[in-house]
């Protein structure tokens, strides 16, 4: 299951150096995944792309970026229930 940020989030950027798959943005960044260059997931909050996002599996044993929010609105996003297996075949395909 991928993460996802809520509306809680105060924008401080804490989350985005954790990332091991570098899948959280500033607001209104674009974003690129195998090539291709996308528009920002959102102009208001820090956001997660959900095809970036392994929950660090594969990297750590729990996801980096939930400890450091101080706001505590990093959870699971229900839009993306993906298995350890799913999430670590993830982590190959993005070369990770």
Known sequence: MALMITEECINCSACIPECPNTAIYEPAEGWE???ESY????DEITYIVPDKCTECV???????CIPVCPSDCIIPDPNFNE???EL??????LGN
Not at 58 to 64: D, I, N, R, V
Not at 88 to 93: N, S, Y
């Open 58 to 64: 594969g990297h750590f044993e729990e996801p980096q």
């Open 39 to 42: 528009d920002a997931m959102s």
């Open 88 to 93: 670590l075949a993830k982590k190959e395909a």
């Open 83 to 85: 298995s350890k297996e």
């Open 33 to 35: 995944l195998f090539g």
